[in-house]
């Protein structure tokens, strides 16, 4: 098998040659390492390779039907402990923060099959849209444009999938970091229901309850398996969502009747550009093309910048939280090398932030989340742009000014219709539906809460359309200098 034979296939189709005796899984780690390095030597999208430990796993794996056993996989560089790979959350403070034991996803992951060959980057923390930290020595640049941002704080993985490198990989969504690399890059990314993939044993949440984990592909199925695989409450977690069929299973099965569509396109006055707007109009004729009911819709009257701030102020107690733990092992105080400028400006607001202002401020989450829930009511889904530009300009969202408050407000203008969903604990995802000279544009589905199924039955509707085919296409890196 070769790179283009390789990549055309997705992880299901993969796995299945693999349980044939088609290929084997050190074939196919030779191929997704080579075209590793020759992708990441132009968009700069990997941390912490270990092809020699992988490919021994590839060796020694015994392939078993039904999962993804023996497919090559990357972990994003979130923090995610792993005894197999080193993290350092994209910070020169975290460099290579080695692992005791796992957390319950690896475990979940390498059960599902997967090998870990790499980490894939991250901005600061995962504080920031785009992926552009110090540490990884440059930008992780889009695969359809190198002037222009990957998305983040999944931007290595969503490179890596848009590629062909690897059909699946990690991803993890607090903000949007799932879903705004997915739109940016033009592959499938879903932020699963709060409590539906597991966050422990070692956090029983992140950010307040708006960050979870979950993966990004280019075919729906791909990400329905791997639900499947990974999905379910461990003991003593802080949230569950609802059980269910089997996500895969579910996307064989015909919607039982046309659906209400509602169609949410202005984010409480802020401005959304005409591609992002265009997209989920045709989106929206597509949808009513299979006989679905789309109804176009105003949210609720809500303070926007009120619920910005509280992510801030959510999001600058957890930089205090995690830079003064590892400070406090260090015996000492941050250098001005260790932490970019808005990052460090965070570290100092979260530490002088009160428990009332969290509080305070997590209570303002749960509130939007029960705006969303009450702006869902009465439909099976809404349809909205992923991100309110195309992918920004590199540069553009920095961390390299001294001022996390304003950092973050320049994300929240890119992300509305977003961040609410993490609040709110909602399934959404992030699909390749359209293009604008060449560029990428994602449009999303919110479901209701626990109902993954309905988001990726109509997904998996809408990705045999033409629409799909022609917006998912592989990137060209000849003008990549």
Not at 82 to 95: A, K, Q, R, Y
Not at 119 to 147: I, K, Q, Y
Not at 396 to 411: L, P, V, Y
Not at 451 to 464: I, P
């Amino acid at each position: 098998m070769n790179f283009e034979e390789y990549r055309s296939r997705d992880g299901i189709a993969l796995a299945a040659l693999l349980a044939n005796g088609d290929v084997s899984a050190p074939d196919l780690m030779r191929i997704a390492i080579e075209a590793a390095e020759r992708v990441d030597a132009v968009t700069n999208m990997l941390s912490y390779k270990d092809y020699e430990g992988a490919l021994a796993k590839a060796f020694r794996h015994e392939v078993i039907a039904g999962t993804f056993s023996g497919l090559p996989f990357l972990l994003k560089d979130s923090g995610l402990p792993s005894t197999d790979l080193p993290t350092s959350i994209g910070s020169s403070l975290f460099e290579a923060t080695k692992a005791q034991s796992d957390a319950t996803l690896v475990k979940r992951f390498r059960d599902a099959g997967f090998i870990s060959f790499a980490r894939s980057t991250v901005p600061e923390l995962c504080m920031a849209p785009t992926t552009e930290a110090r540490r990884n020595g440059g930008p992780t640049r889009n695969p359809f444009d190198p002037t222009r941002s990957s998305g983040g704080s999944s931007g290595g993985a969503a490179v890596a999938v848009a590629a062909g490198v690897v059909p699946v990989a990690h991803g993890s969504d607090g903000g949007g970091s799932i879903r705004v690399p997915a739109s940016s890059c033009g592959v499938f990314g879903l932020k699963p229901s709060r409590g539906r993939v597991p966050l422990g044993p070692f956090r029983g949440e992140g950010w307040g309850g708006l960050a979870c984990d979950g993966v990004l592909t280019r075919t729906v199925r791909d990400t329905a398996r791997t639900l499947d695989l990974i999905a379910g409450m461990e003991t003593g977690a802080p949230y569950a969502a609802p059980p269910g069929n089997s996500f895969e299973a579910g996307l064989d099965l015909s919607l039982e009747r046309p659906l209400r569509i509602a169609v949410w396109e202005d984010p409480w006055g802020l401005p959304v550009d005409e591609p992002c707007r265009e997209a989920v109009r045709k989106s929206a004729e597509l949808c009513a093309s299979f006989g679905h009911e789309i109804i176009a819709i105003d949210p609720p009257e809500f303070d926007y910048h009120a619920f910005v701030n509280a992510i801030i102020t959510v999001m600058a107690s957890n930089v205090a939280l995690s830079v003064g733990v590892k400070l406090s092992a260090l015996g000492r105080d941050p250098r001005p090398d260790e932490l970019e400028p808005a990052i460090l400006d965070g570290y100092f607001i979260g530490r002088r932030t009160t428990a009332a202002d969290y509080i305070a401020a997590v209570d303002r989450l749960h509130a939007t989340g029960r705006m969303m829930a009450a702006m869902i009511d009465g439909y099976d889904l809404v349809l909205s742009p992923s991100l309110t530009t195309l992918p920004p300009t590199l540069g553009i969202i920095s961390t390299e000014e001294a001022d996390f408050r304003g950092f973050r407000r320049k994300a929240g203008e890119l992300t509305p219709f977003l961040a609410v969903v993490n609040a709110s604990g909602q399934p959404a995802a992030s699909l390749p539906l359209w293009r604008h000279e060449g560029l990428p544009v994602g449009v999303q589905l919110i479901g209701r809460f626990g109902r993954e199924d309905m988001v990726l039955a109509l997904s998996h509707q809408l990705q045999g359309s033409s629409l799909w085919s022609v917006a998912q296409r592989w990137p060209d890196f000849s003008s990549f200098r």
